[in-house]
């Protein structure tokens, strides 16, 4: 019965007709989905849009969307906020690594690119656009952001799609089409000339009309004529009315009324956002903004502010477009620098934003902006708002900070209530990982209340107790570096910049100027400390014996009760405090030893009690001899290793002599170091002390500028010891000193001191002829263009030419010019190539004698050292390759075409590397086309990897960054290698030379700019 109930159903007309109808509507849709592929031109029709737009929505565009929300969510996580600095309007363009999210976002473009492809008649395509262009926002690619953002807002404009349809029209209905107009101008050269075409026919077929009507009128007019009946009244295609008659002024009154009707529409109350609910929203404003956003990423801000002003403007824009404008105008504003500007369009963002967490965002930048204004009252408001708001911890925090910072500066309290506060906040468990804010927070209060000691004390703490907050730690170290270099204590302010420098991010503004200033304080650091330990010396040289044992009982009890103090503090210290806040023990750092809060050193291994070491050494020495720190340091000779090693062996197994009681002169250099006794000794220590004085007089000049203190270090050097080898050259600084001083009368005392006491030297000349100057400098310019030239020849082959070149310099610009160290060197490479092995050692011996100190007697030994070697190359092939010249083999192209080169070694292994690589490439780099290569250079055992291609120098910097944050994403765990972008022109070198010798300091000179 039941199979016979269900026949029935089925053999039921209505049914029949109804799946009749359902399969009909099936194919139908079918196909209509296949107009696309059939004919792109073809109009769809009702029912072809409502399946293309159905199936682009809710397939493709629906996918990637969701996608991108996620990678939102994803890199606002990913970011890590440095409260420290004010804060970005937008935290996902301030991730380190958005590379981390390229393949989602990679994936993204591709399902709309997709999209577009088979559904290009749908509502949807310019959405698909929009999310694109967004995606490549969010990957830092701004310039291809740039490019589809840029398409969409040109292909979708209002006014190209109304000239769009009014073209659909006038092909079919014989609409006029205004060729001048803007709209028409802005279309491409296909569509133009269709129009054109279209416009051209219409005349034609017009004309051909109204010859027609003229012939057929002109025959009734004579026929009425002929019969004498009344001429008949000219059509309308023939009224073409003359100037000045009464239809021209017809025509002239109907321009009038419509002149007058758009003036109308112009006094009337602009119109308001079109509605769409129910219906699809263009995207061209979103797009319109974004671009404007990306324009801001590119510095372009002239750009921003005209797509800014059309989407303020309108008054079709939308709510929330205008809604995003806002916080994108304070965002430029910050970029620019212009914080003052950038208050107003906060306060409207924090009016119109839509989620909680962006009020709290804005609010906090408003209070920041505040406080950096001195507007201390505003900022506490502000700091207090953000720390009502619930969902983000850390900004709660930092505002809480910020308040009690505030509140005394406003006039609510007293600087000792605010670290009162801050300091209660200290012992709140909940807060222990936030220490070191809570430090710095109390450093900055003591600055404002202008106590450096105790500032500089909050500091030390907060670096002390840091755990993985590198925001903070390099913040610290920064002000740590800039308050010990206002008081010019300049060791400690070039160890905290090293520091600083090391967890600085190198987009941080400061990065450049602080690396440039510590590079600065590098040589004046290092002459610091050799001017103090070699007066510690001069001054030990003066005690008598019973003096210096005195002197290292002293220091050595000092430094035993230092020691028995700090490990009572580490008995009763807070566990809490010992393992980190976290339960686990703190490891110390290898060949380090651990410091209490007081920064003295814990003895905990054997290596850090000197007395114990140096017994270790003596017995070691005894044992073994003088070795040099190497494999097999056992052996005395590693090629007679296998003869030696059972006599070695058993001199390993023999008991060690029984120690000896350390001496009396042994413990007085245990505690103070080597003593200098005879006057030759002391002699050799006054010279460095000279040399170390005049070097840091003249960087006090050179790279500080420090007139005052380069002054004052170069009188005393000459006070304390009189005649010595640098005296001209500190009477030539000091007269440049105290003439930047604006000190006349002490610049001349110098002046006459290098006249009359050296009238023939160089300074002399300088100060005496005006004109010598600059003769000294052109005949400087001379021997660079010889040297450039004499190089030239050696690099082409004509040795003998460049040899030639090499003697004459030393006759026309004499045997001690500028690049005499230089001329010889090259000197000594065209005689390797010319006399072989034996005479260019000989060569490049003259020049490690003849030229001590320099750069050229340090590239002398390397040679030597390699032409001794199993893998001597050609002589002169290495400084070819090595050298400093190398880079003027390499050349610099920014527009050209890229490749990544990769450097292994040999023994890595290639598929594996390749296959890891591919991955890479595949996850984060899916929609390029890069291709993977690999050669070998035998010369060094190397294994290459080429990859193509990059459009230029930028697009390869971009994928060299990424794959510096992500190497453990792009080679195995543990696998050592080089990688440069290269242009094709420099990898064509490398190639012919069998070498990547000399790049790596050609691509660090001039792409890590």
């Not at 591709?110 to 749908?122: D, G, R």
């Not at 202008?450 to 004390?457: F, G, L, Q, S, V």
């Not at 050692?841 to 001794?868: C, H, M, Q, W």
């Amino acid at each position: 019965m039941r199979f016979q109930a269900f026949f029935n159903i089925i053999n039921c007309p209505v049914l029949k007709r109804i799946v009749y109808v359902f399969t009909l509507l099936a194919l139908a849709l079918v196909a209509e989905s296949c107009v696309t592929t059939r004919s792109r031109n073809k109009e769809l029709s009702g029912l072809g849009k409502i399946y293309h737009n159905t199936t682009a929505l809710y397939n493709g565009y629906f996918n990637a969307n969701e996608i991108m929300e996620a990678t939102f969510l994803s890199m606002e996580k990913q970011h890590r906020e440095n409260y420290a600095r004010v804060i970005s309007v937008f935290p996902y363009t301030e991730i380190e690594n958005p590379q981390q999210a390229a393949a989602d976002l990679d994936n993204a473009v591709k399902k709309v690119t997709k999209v577009a492809a088979l559904h290009p008649k749908s509502h949807w395509v310019d959405d698909c656009y929009l999310l694109a262009g967004k995606a490549h926002f969010l990957k830092q690619d701004y310039e291809t952001a740039e490019t589809t953002l840029r398409w969409l807002v040109n292909e979708y404009n209002p006014e190209r799609q109304k000239l769009k349809k009014a073209v659909k029209k006038g092909i079919g209905k014989k609409t006029e089409i205004d060729t001048k107009s803007e709209e028409f101008r802005a279309l491409s050269l296909k569509k133009k000339n269709k129009i054109r075409a279209q416009v051209a026919k219409e005349k034609k077929k017009q004309a051909k009309k109204i010859a027609e009507v003229r012939k057929k009128y002109n025959a009734e007019v004579a026929n009425a004529r002929k019969k004498g009946k009344p001429i008949p009244p000219k059509p309308d295609i023939l009224n073409k009315p003359k100037p000045g008659s009464l239809g021209a002024q017809k025509d002239e009154e109907k321009k009038a009324a419509e002149a007058n009707k758009k003036d109308d529409k112009k006094d009337a109350p602009p119109d308001k956002p079109e509605d769409f609910f129910m219906k699809h929203r263009p995207a061209y404003q979103d797009g319109v903004l974004w671009l404007a956003r990306t324009m801001i990423e590119r510095d372009n801000y002239d750009a921003a502010l005209r797509y800014i002003s059309e989407l303020e403007s309108s008054p079709t824009t939308f709510l929330s477009v205008r809604a995003d404008l806002a916080p994108m105008m304070a965002d430029m504003y910050l970029k620019r620098k212009e914080y003052e500007n950038a208050v107003e369009p906060l306060k409207q963002a924090i009016e119109l934003a839509e989620t909680r967490k962006e009020r709290m965002r804005y609010t906090f930048l408003l209070g920041q902006l505040h406080q950096k204004a001195s507007r201390w009252g505003d900022a506490y408001t502000a700091f207090e708002d953000v720390a009502g708001y619930n969902g983000n911890f850390d900004m709660a925090f930092n505002a809480r900070l910020n308040m009690a910072q505030n509140s005394w500066l406003s006039g609510n309290g007293t600087a000792a209530t605010a670290t009162a506060t801050l300091e209660k906040m200290l012992k709140e468990p909940a807060n222990l990982e936030y220490q070191d804010q809570i430090y710095y927070a109390l450093a900055n209060i003591a600055l404002q209340n202008k106590d450096r000691p105790a500032a500089i004390k909050y500091l030390s703490r907060a670096a002390r107790v840091t755990r993985g907050n590198n925001f903070q730690l390099g913040e610290t170290y920064y002000t740590l570096a800039q308050l010990h270099f206002e008081t010019e204590d300049f060791i400690p302010t070039k160890n905290y910049l090293d520091s600083a420098l090391n967890v600085m991010d190198r987009n941080d503004e400061r990065y450049r100027p602080s690396d440039k200033l510590r590079n600065s304080l590098v040589e004046i650091a290092k002459n610091l400390e050799i001017i103090e330990v070699q007066d510690s010396l001069l001054r030990l040289a003066k005690m008598s014996d019973a003096e210096l044992k005195a002197l290292a009982n002293k220091v050595k009890k000092k430094r035993d009760d230092d020691r028995l103090a700090a490990l009572a503090n580490t008995k009763g210290a807070d566990p809490v405090a010992q393992t980190g806040g976290n339960g686990a023990s703190i490891r110390p750092v290898i060949g380090k030893p651990i410091v209490d809060a007081n920064n003295v050193a814990i003895p905990t291994f054997f290596v850090y009690d000197e007395k114990k070491f140096k017994q270790g050494k003596r017995d070691f020495d005894r044992l073994w001899g003088n070795r040099t720190l190497q494999d097999d340091w056992r052996r005395s000779s590693r090629n007679s290793a296998r003869n030696n090693n059972e006599n070695e062996q058993a001199q390993a197994t023999k008991a060690p002599d029984a120690p000896k009681e350390e001496t009396q002169e042994d413990e007085v250099t245990t505690m103070l170091g080597p003593v200098p006794r005879s006057e030759s000794d002391i002699r050799q220590v006054e010279q460095k002390v000279i040399e170390a004085m005049y070097k840091l007089g003249a960087a006090y000049h050179d790279q500080l500028e420090n007139y005052k203190k380069s002054a004052a270090v170069l009188e005393d050097l000459n006070q304390r010891f009189g005649r010595h080898n640098y005296e001209i050259n500190s009477w030539y600084y000091l007269y440049l000193d105290y003439t930047k001083l604006n000190q006349p009368a002490q610049a001349q005392v110098y002046y006459d001191k290098i006249v009359k006491g050296y009238p023939t030297s160089t300074f002399a000349k300088v100060l005496t002829d005006p004109n010598y100057a600059k003769e000294l400098a052109n005949e400087q310019l001379q021997v660079n263009r010889f040297y450039d030239e004499a190089y030239k020849y050696f690099k082409i082959g004509n040795v003998q030419e460049a040899i030639k070149m090499c003697t004459d310099s030393k006759v026309r610009f004499g045997a001690q010019n500028a690049l005499a160290s230089r001329f010889a060197l090259l000197s000594a490479f065209c005689t390797g190539k010319v006399q072989g092995v034996e005479a260019y050692k000989f060569a490049l011996n003259e020049v490690i004698s003849r030229y001590p100190n320099t750069d050229e007697e340090k590239r002398a030994k390397e040679v030597l050292r390699l032409i001794g070697g199993a893998t001597a190359n050609l002589p002169g092939d290495e400084e070819r390759r090595d050298g400093p010249e190398s880079n003027e083999v390499f050349k610099v192209d920014e527009n050209s075409i890229h490749f990544m080169l990769l450097v292994f070694d040999e023994k890595v292994n290639q598929e594996t590397v390749k296959a890891k690589i591919s991955d890479y490439n595949q996850q984060f780099h899916s929609l390029q086309k890069i291709t993977m290569s690999a050669t070998f250079m035998e010369e060094k055992k190397e294994l290459i990897i080429i990859l193509r291609r990059f459009e230029n120098m930028k697009s390869s910097m971009d994928y060299y960054n990424g794959v510096v944050k992500n190497k453990g994403a792009f080679v195995p765990a543990g696998t050592d290698f080089q990688i440069f972008p290269i242009t094709m022109g420099n990898y064509r070198e490398i190639l012919r030379k069998q070498s990547t010798a000399g790049y790596q300091a050609f691509f660090e000179a001039n792409y890590l700019k």
